[in-house]
Every structure is written in C-alpha cells, then in structure tokens.
C-alpha cells in the first residue's frame, strides 16, 4: 500500500531567522512519523532529539494535533545561496510503527532573509544558538607602509574557506577548551557562513551555566570560538542566554518578564539602547492595536520587558488533560519576543526568544445536567462541558462496557452536543423501560429508575483517559404490587402470582425455600412462569404445607408464599388456605371408640412420628408409619374430655409432640368427635299385615317320663327297682319331667298343675298342690322350687325338661300324721 501525501497537507512558513512547516492533523494524526534533513549531496540525514538541538531542528506538537517542524535558517543542513536559506526536509509517515510502506514527502522551504545583525540570539525551545558576524579586522593601521598589499590581500582573506580550530568555554572555574571536533560530539553545533560564524548548544549542554538575572534564570553558555581563515587565527565572543524561567500565574493572569541588559551577553559593554521591543504569538509578530484588542500588555521599562496575557486570551489555546485520573485543562499560549539592541561592544543585538507557555493544570468537573421527564418516561442528561480534544469512547452499564453505537443496542441513545465557541457535551437519552435502568421499589407507589452509566473519555491526540459517572435517580409514581389468588383441587393447593412491576428482584420463597425452577423440580412443585405471572402447584402432603387443623370431616392445609427482595427482606406475602377431605383421619364410631391420624408435620425437625401423644402421654399411637400414627381409644379414655352444645356431645382430646425433654408441645392437634344427642330423623314407612296364621291341627299322645332323682345334679335317678324310695320328713326329693320322642326344639313343656294324693286314686282326698297354674306352691316351709335345666350330653333340648324340688312331707289325719304314706 502507498500513501500520498497531499500538498494540502503541509504547509510552510519564514518567519524572520526561522522557518516552519506544519503537518497537518486530518492527515497526520495517528501517523508513525519520521522527519530527516537532506543534505547537501541528497543525503537524508534522520533528526532524532539529539541532532535537532545540535543542528537546530525543532519538532512539536501544536494547537489540536498539528506538528510544526521549525528549523534555524543556519540549521546544519541548510543551503545558502545569495541570501536565500533553504532548507529540505523529507517526512516519512506510516501506519506502522516499523515504518513499512511509509510515504515519503520532501518537503523544501526557502526563505530569504537579511540584513544581518552582527550578533543574532535565539532561544527556541529545545536550543540556543548565536551566530556573530565575521569581521576581518581592518588593520590598516598596523600596514601603513604596504597598504596596497593589504587592498589586494584583503578580499582574499575575507573570502577564503575558514574553519574552526577551537571553542574556549568560560566556566566560573576557568577556561575549558574544546577542538572542534570535540565539540561537536559534546552536541554544540559549530559552523560558519561566508560572513558567520555559528555556535548553537542545547539547553542541557555541559557548559551550560545557570545564570540569575533580576531573579529570572538563564540558561547561558560563554564561550569564544577561535578559527581559522587563510594564514589568521581568529576569535569571536559567541556568548548565548536564554531564560529558563519567569513566567509567573495567577488565576487569571500569565506574566512573563525578560530582563534587559543580561550580562552574560553585555560584557564590555556601557552604553545601551533599545532598537525595538515586539512580541507575538505562534512567530507571528502583532501590531500594538492587535496586542490591545486581545488585551495583551507589553510592559518595557529600562530593566526588563514585561508580557501579561490574560489567561483564555485570543492566541492561547485550551487544552485537555488529566491528572488522577480527572479531567482539567490548561491554557496554552507560544509567545515569543524579539528584542534588539544596540551596544558600544557588539553594534547591534537581536535577540529571539521562543517562550511556550502552559498554565498549570485546572481542574474542570464535569456539569452533569438533568433533564429527565418523567411523564414521558425518559431519561435525559447531558454531560459536559468537554473541549473539541475529548472524545467519548465508551460506556459502562452494569460492568459491561460498550462503544458509542453499540449502546444503541441496550437503549442508550447518545450524541455531541456542540456550543458556538467549539467545546461540547454529550446527552444520553433513554427510556425508563430499558431494562438496564434499575428500578427499584421503595414505597407503595413510588419506583426508583436508575441510571448507573460511567462515560469512557479519550483526549486527542495525547490519547490521556478518564471517566466520569454518571447517576440519575428518578422517583416516580407508578408502582404496582404483586398481588395473588389461590384455588386447592382435590389434592393440590394453587398460588397465581401476578407480579406487578416492583418485583424484578424480588424472589418468591415458600417458607425458606427459594422458588427456581430447579427447587421447584426437586420438590416436584409444578412452576409455570409466564414473565407476568406465575403459578406454582403444591400438593396436599409436601413438606412445605403446613397442616392448620384436622376435624372428623377433613384438614385445614395452608400454602404461605414470600416475595423476598435481594437483601432477603420481607416485601409482601400470600397464602391459600383449603379444607381437604381425604381419607379418614378421625374416625368417630358409634360405640365411642375414636380413631385419629396424626401426620407429620413441616417444620418440625426430625420429628419421629412414633413419639407423638395423646393428652394422657401415657396413650401411644396404635400404629406408625415414617410419616403419620394412628391412635384408636374410647372417649373415656386418654385424657378425652367431653362437653355438650346444643343438641351435640363433643369428645376432644389433643395429639401432641414434645421434644424430648421438653414439657412444651412443639405441635399440637385438636381432634373431635360430635355425637348428635337430640335428633330428629323424619322416616318413612309403609305398613303391611301380617299373613294370617296357617293351623294345620293334628292329634296324638305326649310321651312324658317323670323321675325321681338323688340329688340336685339331677345326674342319678332312682331305678324302678329301688321303689318306694324311702325319706324323711323334710328330706328334698328331686323331680323331674320330660318330654319323650320330640325333636321340635320349638316345643317348650310347661307344668301345670301337680299334687300328691294319700291314695293312688289322683281325685281322692286329701290333697297337697305342689304346682297350680305353673307356678310354685308357696306355702310356708313347704315351698316347693323350680330348678334350671341345662343342656348336656343327657339333656338335647332343655325347653323338653322341667325340674322341681319338694321338701318330704305327711298328710295328717284327725291331728294325727300318717305314718309311713
Ligand atoms: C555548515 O554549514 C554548511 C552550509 O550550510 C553545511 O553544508 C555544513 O553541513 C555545516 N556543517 C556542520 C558541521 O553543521
Ligand atoms: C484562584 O482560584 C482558586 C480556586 O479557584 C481560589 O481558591 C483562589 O482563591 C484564587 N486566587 C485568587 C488570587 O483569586
Ligand atoms: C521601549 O521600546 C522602544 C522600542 O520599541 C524604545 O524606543 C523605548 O525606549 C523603550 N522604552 C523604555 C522605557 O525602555
Ligand atoms: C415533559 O414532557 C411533557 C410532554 O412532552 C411536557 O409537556 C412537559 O412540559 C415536560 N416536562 C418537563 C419538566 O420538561
Ligand atoms: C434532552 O435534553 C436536551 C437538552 O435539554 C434536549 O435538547 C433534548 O431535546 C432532550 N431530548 C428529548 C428527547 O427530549
Ligand atoms: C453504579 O454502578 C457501579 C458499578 O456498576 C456500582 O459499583 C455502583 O454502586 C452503582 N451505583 C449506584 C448508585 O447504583
Ligand atoms: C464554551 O461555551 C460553554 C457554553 O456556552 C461555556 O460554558 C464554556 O465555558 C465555554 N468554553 C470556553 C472555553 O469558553
Ligand atoms: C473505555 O474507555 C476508557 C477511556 O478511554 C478506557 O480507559 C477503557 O479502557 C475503555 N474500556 C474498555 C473496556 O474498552
Ligand atoms: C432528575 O430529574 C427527574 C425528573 O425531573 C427527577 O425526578 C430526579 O429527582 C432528578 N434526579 C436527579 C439526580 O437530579
Ligand atoms: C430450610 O428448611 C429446611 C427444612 O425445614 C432445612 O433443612 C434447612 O436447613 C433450612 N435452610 C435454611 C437456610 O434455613
Ligand atoms: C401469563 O399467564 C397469565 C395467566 O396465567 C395470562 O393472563 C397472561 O396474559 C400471560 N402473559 C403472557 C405475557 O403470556
Ligand atoms: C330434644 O329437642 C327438642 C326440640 O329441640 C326438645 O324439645 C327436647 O327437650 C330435647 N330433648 C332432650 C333430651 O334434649
């Protein structure tokens, strides 16, 4: 690739004993650059730091970016020809810093200049040069007998080549003499014209002395330099001075003093005159009416000239910079002075000074100004006030960085804002609703929008960096809650949250337990997140479900949601309550007895469900599982306590849980079983006669055996044989009568009546009734008595038997027992 260099982009300049060429910015900046003399047989000949001060070559930057390269009209390498100095330069740019395919320029500038003076000083900024007419001293006087001779050989020795033998410095020590040669190595820059003699020395030569001068310091180097010319060796006083300081600042004002009459310049000489006092900006001389309209004040007493620039003055210039990473300026203004002289040692002196002056650096805290509207919802803030030399580069939303366009992308739109005098502001426009304006909720209605954005600035072309935050806080009136409803099913209670727009950082939690996705999942919590709203399903028996009351007809069973901001505080809380009817977990049956299942519980660590209680501790559960146990007691029983409403009986009684140890329950259920003790139950109910009776009548003998037996076991009867059974009065005797041959367990035998007669003639008298009409004969001391008749192996059906008791007795005749009957 070859780069052209257009002629537009370079520019040149004589000004008086100096020249200039100007790069300029739009083309040059961001240029590797590299600036060589070329001598006098095409040689280019590279000018780094060291050769510009030795052959009097300067190179900077000036106003926004422009590089001015300056050159002594007697620089090393410049061409003289009748008193036309010319000087070609050859400027290689490239935009890499090994040079590579760099374009080259030569650049030749020719600048007459003339008449001399016999001494000419200038001061540029990195050099000191003097240069001191040659004279041939008239020695007429000393050749009065041949001064033909001298007329012939006087043009000859003024013409003839000359060269310089030796520099005698004059140090406060003594005299230090350099050859030529070693001179030049020491960096001094030594040459002669036809009619000049040359001596140029930087600032930070060896030789150089700090001189005082009406306080103002000057660099000043003393020197004679001896050369040679035909047969003559000759000396010429090539003294230089140059004030290193004496620029003085207050906040609106830069002073510059340059005393008259230096003596480093003046030895041997009395009597002085001022010729002329100018000064200028940028080497451009200004007229007294221009010095005053930019309010410029040149002060010449007889002891020093005095320069008093008000500071941000026409000429000056505003410049960029930072410093701990803040932004400031500082005002800029190229003085120079020339000053000539006449005195009765050196005829006349012109003496050229080159003063850049920058003021210290100013702090300029950026104006951040809000013009934010909030009933169009937009954030606007302008930045500023920056000089053309800033550029924004970037910005810092949320540790993301991104350029100028790219911000566009996330919402930011920001653009230059130019005021008439050329300084700038950027303003950043972006609405409420990006989602990289924070917002925060910080009351009922009221949000917080914030922009948090840092500006990213770079300074031309010194490429210095800073930043500047910017934070807009913006309270407005449109916040809305989340709010909630719920709804159960048969085993799942239900949570909808609508968010609101408060909630972007808030998170919902049931109990502790942050609700992601993921939480969700492993708790097999159905989450459905839509952006605006979301639902979650927790079913009857998770964990974070807590159990409020069990009653015979069901359990209370709540859902409670927190909605937690980022410093994990309470900002707002649902809950869903329902009455669930699952399986039976009290059973209240008829007889008193009541069953309940106690579960287990969220919240309760580690509980063991085996240790759960009844109000009398001492009644454990019938059965356990891992999360639930069942206790089945009478209401009488466990410490059950029993009261009357109305028309109920209610039985309660508590299943608890105590940690061990502890006589507080962690966990407590009532339970209850309602008994219903006045009621009215409307029944309806038909009737139907019974069928009548069917009689199927039939006619046949009872076979019927009475016996007589031993004793009360009725286990013994008396044989036929064994009769007349012999007793005693009052002796019992042990009847009994029994149906034969029927199997109809149906048939009961009753006795009806029995009584015993003296004869065998059942009518004859007298008679003693033992049973009438079934029932016992219960005359006194004779009472006769029925005993009970069991099945057993003899007795298959007890109805077919009865059995009865009598005492022994005798029937009495005319006040007489009959014995033995
Ligand atoms: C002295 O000046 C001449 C003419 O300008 C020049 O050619 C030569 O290079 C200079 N010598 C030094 C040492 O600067
Ligand atoms: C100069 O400016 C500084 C800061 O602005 C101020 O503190 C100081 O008083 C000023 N000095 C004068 C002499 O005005
Ligand atoms: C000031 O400078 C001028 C030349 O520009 C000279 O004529 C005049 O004498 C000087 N004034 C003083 C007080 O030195
Ligand atoms: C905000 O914008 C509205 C609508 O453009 C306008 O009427 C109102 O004056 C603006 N308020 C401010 C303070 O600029
Ligand atoms: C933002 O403020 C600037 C400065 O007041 C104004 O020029 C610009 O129009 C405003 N932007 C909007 C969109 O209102
Ligand atoms: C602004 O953002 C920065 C970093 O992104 C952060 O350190 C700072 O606290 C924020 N300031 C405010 C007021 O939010
Ligand atoms: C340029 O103009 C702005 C706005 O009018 C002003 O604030 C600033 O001080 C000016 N800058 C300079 C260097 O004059
Ligand atoms: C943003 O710009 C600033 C100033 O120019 C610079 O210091 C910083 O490195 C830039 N940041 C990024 C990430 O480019
Ligand atoms: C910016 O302007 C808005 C709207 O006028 C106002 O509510 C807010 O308080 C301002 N912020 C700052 C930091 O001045
Ligand atoms: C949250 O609760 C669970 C169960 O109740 C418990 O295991 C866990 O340690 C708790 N976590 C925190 C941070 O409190
Ligand atoms: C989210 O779901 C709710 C119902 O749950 C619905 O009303 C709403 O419109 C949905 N929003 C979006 C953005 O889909
Ligand atoms: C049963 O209820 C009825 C009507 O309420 C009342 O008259 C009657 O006295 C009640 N009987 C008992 C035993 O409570």
Redesign the pocket.
């Known amino acids: 690739r070859c780069l052209n260099i257009s002629l537009g982009s370079l520019s040149s300049e004589c000004l008086g004993n100096l020249l200039r060429v100007i790069l300029h910015s739009e083309y040059f900046e961001d240029k590797y650059l590299t600036f060589a003399a070329v001598d006098q047989f095409g040689i280019a000949q590279e000018i780094d730091e060291t050769l510009a001060a030795q052959c009097g070559y300067t190179i900077e930057y000036n106003y926004w970016g422009n590089i001015e390269f300056r050159a002594s009209i007697l620089s090393c390498h410049t061409h003289i020809e009748s008193d036309v100095y010319t000087v070609a330069i050859q400027i290689q740019a490239a935009t890499d810093p090994d040079m590579k395919n760099a374009a080259t320029h030569l650049k030749t500038v020719r600048c007459p200049y003339g008449p001399w003076h016999s001494r000419e000083l200038v001061c540029e900024t990195n050099y000191m040069e003097v240069s001191v007419k040659r004279n041939v001293p008239q020695i007429t006087d000393l050749l009065q007998d041949e001064p033909e001779d001298w007329a012939l050989a006087f043009p000859e020795a003024t013409a003839g080549a000359v060269s310089i033998w030796q520099v005698v410095f004059h140090l406060p020590t003594g005299r230090k003499a350099l050859l030529a040669s070693d001179a030049l190595h020491a960096g001094y820059g030594l040459n002669t014209t036809d009619t000049r003699i040359l001596l140029r020395a930087p600032f930070n030569a060896a030789e150089a002395q700090l001189v005082k001068v009406q306080g103002v310091t000057f660099s000043a180097v003393r020197a004679s330099t001896f050369y040679k010319q035909r047969w003559m060796i000759l000396m010429v006083d090539t003294a230089v001075a140059c004030p290193v300081d004496g620029v003085d600042y207050t906040n609106e004002t830069i002073t510059w003093t340059i005393p008259k009459n230096l003596q480093p310049l003046s030895a041997g000489a009395t009597i002085f005159s001022d010729l002329l006092v100018e000064m200028g900006v940028d080497l451009h001389k200004l007229a007294a009416r221009e010095t005053a309209s930019r309010k410029y004040v040149l002060l010449n007493s007889t002891d020093a000239i005095t320069i008093q620039i008000p500071i941000g003055a026409e000429g000056g210039y505003y410049k960029t910079h930072v410093s701990e990473g803040q932004h400031g300026t500082k005002y800029n203004i190229n003085l120079f002075l020339e000053h000539q002289w006449e005195d009765n040692r050196w005829g006349v002196t012109k003496h050229t000074i080159i003063k850049k002056i920058e003021t210290p650096f100013k702090l300029v805290p950026p104006t951040i100004t809000n013009?934010t509207?909030?009933?169009?919802r937009?954030v606007n803030v302008t930045v500023g006030i920056f000089l053309p030399d800033v550029e924004l580069v970037n910005l810092t939303i949320d540790a993301t960085t991104v350029t100028v366009p790219e911000a566009l992308q996330y919402g930011y739109k920001v653009y230059e804002t130019r005021y008439p005098n050329g300084s700038k502001g950027y303003v950043i426009e972006t609405p409420f609703d990006v989602p990289l304006i924070k917002k925060e909720y910080l009351t009922e209605d009221t949000r917080l929008y914030t922009l948090n954005v840092t500006l990213g600035f770079d300074v031309q072309p010194t490429h210095e960096t800073f930043s500047v935050p910017v934070i807009i806080i913006s309270p407005v009136q449109d916040a809305v809650l989340p709010s909630a409803r719920g709804f159960c099913d048969k085993e799942n209670l239900y949570l909808t949250v609508i968010r609101g727009n408060v909630d972007q950082n808030w998170l919902p939690f049931i109990s502790n337990l942050s609700l992601s996705p993921e939480a969700a999942q492993k708790h097999n919590y159905r989450l459905d997140d839509n952006g605006t709203h979301f639902t979650i399903r927790v079913p009857l028996y998770a964990p974070h479900i807590l159990y409020e009351e069990i009653h015979p007809s069901g359990i209370r069973a709540s859902l409670h949601l927190t909605m937690k901001d980022n410093t994990l505080a309470d900002m707002t809380d649902f809950s869903i309550s329902c009455r669930f009817s699952p399986e039976e977990l009290i059973e209240c049956l008829p007889n008193g007895t009541m069953s309940i299942t106690a579960l287990k519980l969220a919240g309760i660590e580690d509980l063991d469900t085996s240790l759960f209680v009844l109000r009398d501790r001492q009644c454990r559960p019938a059965t356990v599982t891992e999360k639930s146990a069942t206790f089945i007691f009478s209401v009488n029983t466990c410490g059950t306590s029993r009261k009357f409403e109305n028309t109920v009986m209610i039985y309660e009684n508590d299943v608890s849980y105590f940690r061990p140890g502890s006589t507080t329950p962690i966990y407590q259920l009532k339970c209850e079983c309602h008994y219903i003790i006045n009621e009215t139950i409307f029944v309806q109910y038909g009737t139907k006669n019974n069928p009548a009776p069917s009689i199927n009548p039939g006619f046949g003998t009872l076979a019927l055996i009475l016996q007589l037996y031993r004793d009360k076991s009725y286990s013994d009867s008396y044989m036929e044989t064994e009769y007349p059974v012999v007793k005693y009065l009052k002796e019992a005797l042990y009847f009994e009568v029994e149906l034969l041959q029927s199997e109809d367990p149906q048939l009961e035998l009753y006795l009806e009546d029995c009584w015993s007669t003296t004869s065998q003639d059942r009518d004859s008298s007298p008679q003693w009734s033992i049973i009438t009409n079934s029932c016992e004969n219960a005359e006194d001391a004779y009472q006769t008595t029925f005993h009970k008749v069991d099945r057993n192996s003899r007795v298959k059906f007890p109805t077919h038997l009865k059995r009865f008791e009598v005492k022994m007795f005798t029937f009495m005749q005319d006040g007489k027992a009959l014995l033995e009957q």
Request: net charge neutral; hydrophobic share 35%; charged share 0%.
């Open positions: 013009y509207n909030s009933s169009i937009l």
